[in-house]
């Protein structure tokens, strides 16, 4: 079984450029998550979503950034325009149900540098 | 005050010895503990997980938790060089809010 996917694993923009990052959960999973860890702080919550759905997204910073989940499969995490402070590592993770302690299983990530 | 909080080492522990890494939380509404290795590099591993009071053993892997003074614990034993890593604790509120909640983690380094 393949795990959580993320493309790209690096990507260096200039300040007010446009990125986008993608994630293929696990196959089954409908729960997709985006975390950041931004350097020498902790992984932080972003956003989840249940099939299509946004479920929760109190973690996005601000309105630059913006997530989509079509057909409830793959998600894509927009960042327009990047600025310096979106530097850092982006994690997607997924899950099967919303059962109280449902693993979630992540992705390597992608290492976003603004420049 | 940090929602959780880890010691962020870095931890160093002789091979075979007994690698204790701790971690606390602030939200008594904490219900389900999890405590995940990192490679550098890699995605995050969940290695255990805990609901209840008292200890989980999962072959060299023992979680332990303590709600009512809101500490979780993990104790690796015969630590062997590849246990070098972070390790990471991370803690859900309750169903319905699935969001994890991390620590900044703990670098453990085993010596040979």
């Known amino acids: 079984e393949a795990g959580v996917t993320q493309f790209p694993s690096h990507s260096v923009i200039e300040k007010g450029q446009t990125v986008t990052l993608r994630c293929d959960p696990i196959s089954g999973h409908d729960n997709l998550y985006w975390y950041r860890r931004v350097m020498g702080k902790e992984i932080k919550f972003l956003l989840h979503?249940?099939?299509?759905?946004?479920?929760?997204e109190s973690g996005m910073p601000n309105n630059r950034f913006l997530a989509e989940r079509t057909g409830g499969t793959y998600s894509t995490l927009k960042v327009q325009p990047a600025e310096l402070e979106d530097s850092g590592v982006y994690f997607c993770?997924?899950?099967?149900?919303?059962?109280?302690?449902?693993?979630?299983?992540f992705g390597d990530g992608t290492r976003l540098s603004i420049l | 005050q940090k929602e959780v909080e880890q010691n962020s080492g870095p931890l160093s522990v002789p091979e075979g010895a007994i690698a204790s890494l701790n971690c606390t939380y602030s939200?008594?509404?904490?219900?389900?503990f999890f405590w995940y290795r990192q490679y550098s590099g890699k995605s995050p591993e969940l290695i255990m997980s805990?609901?209840?009071?008292g200890d989980k053993e999962d072959g060299r892997f023992t979680a332990q938790l303590n709600k009512a003074s809101q500490y979780v614990s993990l104790l690796i034993r015969d630590s062997q060089p590849s246990d070098s890593a972070t390790y990471l604790c991370a803690v859900k509120l309750n169903f319905g809010n699935e969001k994890l909640t991390f620590g900044t983690g703990t670098r453990l380094t085993i010596i040979p």
């Open positions: 979503f249940v099939k299509e759905s946004k479920q929760d």
């Open positions: 939200d008594r509404g904490s219900q389900s």
């Open positions: 993770a997924s899950s099967q149900g919303q059962h109280v302690g449902q693993p979630q299983h």
């Open positions: 805990i609901y209840s009071n």
